[in-house]
């Protein structure tokens, strides 16, 4: 199985930017995909950004385009998800997922999950 440690959740101002971390180990070689979701109260968990390791695509959802960039270090088992020009709706808590099949940003099928990391947009 695969451990997380999700960081770079915080309290930032409207607009402003926000780089999330995902370092995992574990059983890292049989990841396909890595992906960011995101679940708001009431919601259900949605796919942001992801990560294919196959040729390096990454997909994200349409809400996130432009804003948000998903990126690997894999010297460092490590992907990030560069958020900016956030908006309250991106206010929420962002769960790091690998997947032993190609991207997706629905969670269907993914294997592990880390515990979240919290965004939070203040004043």
């Known amino acids: 199985q695969v451990q997380f440690v999700e960081s770079g959740g915080g309290l930032v101002q409207p607009g402003g930017s926000l780089r999330l971390s995902c370092t995992t180990s574990g059983f890292t070689w049989d990841f396909y995909s890595i992906a960011w979701f995101r679940q708001a109260p009431g919601k259900e968990r949605e796919g942001v950004s992801c990560?294919?390791?196959?040729?390096?695509?990454?997909y994200s959802r349409d809400s996130v385009k432009g804003r948000f960039t998903i990126s690997r270090d894999k010297t460092r088992n490590t992907v990030y998800l560069q958020m900016t020009s956030r908006t309250p709706e991106d206010t929420t808590v962002y769960y790091c997922?690998?997947?032993?099949?190609?991207?997706?940003?629905?969670?269907?099928?993914?294997?592990?999950w880390g515990q979240g990391t919290q965004v939070t947009l203040s004043s």
């Open positions: 997922a690998t997947d032993r099949s190609p991207c997706k940003l629905f969670d269907g099928g993914f294997d592990d």
């Open positions: 990560f294919q390791f196959s040729d390096d695509s990454t």
